[in-house]
């Protein structure tokens, strides 16, 4: 992340790696402020044995371009909601990457997706993990049929359901 302000927007996807059982390595580097740390990060991640990198930043979000520019892991990008255009400027950001340096890129501080994204990319080369997540999806599933019939315990005048 480019800040550990970014940390309670993140922490999202740190929780859903550790249920998963996925380590994982998390940091505050800058494009701006530490830029030759961001390129020392990338460079050598995949000998350190990371497969997928989440790289979130507000405001200019230049973490995720700068880091898909110096790898060839695939980069995805968790855009943070800043106090000037709500995250807006930093989606922008992330998303007009240049022809070859793609960043995958989900919603404004949807760290939640782009754990997801993470697991169901490492899931392909790994089944014990692809099961562990399909069982994810079913407790999704099985949360929304609760809470749907939980919901008609709910009365109201008018309420036919």
């Known amino acids: 992340m480019g800040s550990t302000s970014d940390l309670p927007v993140m922490e999202k996807a740190a929780k859903l790696l550790d249920e998963m059982q996925i380590p994982f390595e998390m940091n505050a580097l800058s494009a701006h402020r530490t830029p030759e740390a961001v390129e020392e990060f990338a460079k050598n991640a995949a000998g350190r044995g990371i497969q997928v990198i989440i790289a979130a930043a507000g405001m200019a979000a230049a973490l995720p371009g700068v880091i898909a520019a110096s790898t060839t892991l695939p980069v995805i990008g968790v855009p943070i909601k800043g106090s000037v255009l709500d995250g ?41 993990l692809a099961s562990k997540f399909a069982d994810y999806k079913t407790s999704l599933k099985n949360k929304i049929v609760k809470a749907n019939e939980e919901l008609k315990e709910v009365k109201y005048n008018f309420k036919t359901n």
Request: aromatic content about 2%; overall charge negative.
């Open 88 to 128: 807006v400027d930093a989606l922008y950001s992330i998303i007009q990457m240049p022809p070859g340096i793609p960043v995958a890129t989900v919603a404004i501080n949807g760290a939640m997706n782009a754990a997801i994204l993470a697991v169901q990319i490492l899931a392909l080369g790994n089944q014990e």
